[in-house]
Every structure is written in C-alpha cells, then in structure tokens.
C-alpha cells in the first residue's frame, strides 16, 4: 500500500507485547516505510570505523555508557545521508558520513586524526537555541519506524530539535497475557528461533522443528525477573508517552494478541498517512 506522506513513527511497549511483530508487518505492509535502529546504527559506525563510531568504540570499550548527545547525532547524520532532513541557511548542522572511513588499524596517526574529528563532530553547536531546526522531508519515501531511541522524555525532548515524529502507537496488552505468553515460551538458543506453547507450539514438544535439538526457557523468563522489567518500562515510558500525548501525536491500541492490534494499527495508519 502506497503513502501519500512522510509517515515519521515511533512504537511504545512493555517487553513482550509484540513491538518487534508490528513493526515487520508494517514494513510489510507500507514498502515506503523504512526501519532506523539506533543500536544498529551504533554497531554499523563502529564496524565501518567510521570517526563517530571510532569514538562510541573507545566509550564502550571504557564501560561508559553512550550519551543520548552521540546518539541524536548519529541519527541526524543518518537522516541526511538519506535526503530525508533539509538544512536551514542559518542551520549549523555538522554531519559525518555513514561510509567507511579507511583508519589503519596500524596507525597512531590515522586514529588520532580519527578521534580528533568525532570530538569536533561530536562539540559542534547543538539544533536549538540560536540555530534553525532543520526541515524534514515530507516526501512519502521518507517514511520511517525509529527504533531504540527515544526512551525518555528527555531524550523525546531532545529529538523533537532534530525531527518531528507524527505518530507514536502506544501498544497495550494486559499484564497476565503477557505473562502467559512468556510462562508458555521456547527458544532454540542456536538460531533464536520462538515457540509458545499457546500459539506456534513446536510440531514435537519441546524439540525444536527444523534440528529437533532440545528448547529451553530464557533465563529472564521468569515472572520475577519480567515484573521488574515491566516496572522499569512504565517508570521511563509514563512520562514519555505524556510528551508526545501533549504533542497530539499519540495513539493508543489494546489487544490480547497481535492479530487484534495489527488490523486496528493499519486503519490507523491508513487513515493518517494514506487517505
């Protein structure tokens, strides 16, 4: 199905409600709609060597936690490199390309100069204040699902000086499903592969289909260890999710499975983007 505008989304839910689900059907559905993962991008830059990925490299490899300020930049770049954000004449926008930039791994020099570059990139002006936002695409192709960022109001904050997302799907399914589905979970830890004893039963049980290796049960599968997951999640996503409600861009949708949310998730999408 064809976007008539740029669709710029963002999808909020507790572990286990079927975030990951939704987003592979909307792509599905939507062939304009792309996927940005800011742990992807993370891992891309890094792998590439890239300045920026030289220097959340050095931040990793330190047990520093990446800053929210490294990560807005990387997703700006993105954004550009694809056409999708337009710079304002009095725009101070300072970009790194996603390509490899070639650092031998040899040279003192070479990483040096690497890290001195990431460092200017990285203390260049902020979007706000005295400089113009930039202006995003609205071209349909333009459309995408960000994933992994923002997690906090804060950096919902921070985000909306770079991009304004149009659309933010609020995912609710009960607490005591989502206990049930993970209670009734296997996983085949060599290739990732999910079972549930309640939907997508493995053809034998406990073995897994294609290998017939055994399943196991997900350490953190436990009731335990999710309620302390889901406390955390409503404790950052609360004050998150009033952001962008305030914003008038918030849209809840309830269901006990993805099957419910996803034709409900669809109308909503057609009717905001394609109609």
Known sequence: MRLRKAARVILIGAPGVGKGTQSERLLQRFPQLSSISSGDLLRNNVKNRTPLGIKVESTMKAGGLVPDALILRLIT?????????????SSNIMTLSSSSISVDAQSFEAEQAAE???????????????YSPPQPSEDPSASFLLDGFPRTATQADQLDEIIPINLVVSLKTPFKVIMERI????????????????????????????????????????????????????????????HYDKKGVLWEVEGLSSDEISPKLFREFERRFVA
């Open 116 to 130: 001195a570059e990431a460092a200017s990139f990285i203390s260049s002006p902020t979007l706000s204040g005295q």
């Open 77 to 89: 770049n993105e954004l550009n490199q694809r056409g999708w954000l337009f710079a304002n004449k």
């Open 183 to 242: 209670a009734g979970r296997w996983v085949h830890e060599p290739s990732g592969r999910v079972y549930n004893d309640t939907f997508n039963a493995p053809k034998v049980a406990g073995l897994d289909d294609v290998t017939g290796e055994p399943l196991v049960r997900r350490m953190d599968d436990s009731e335990d260890v999710y309620r302390e997951r889901f406390r955390k999640f409503e404790e950052t996503s609360l004050p998150l999710l009033d």
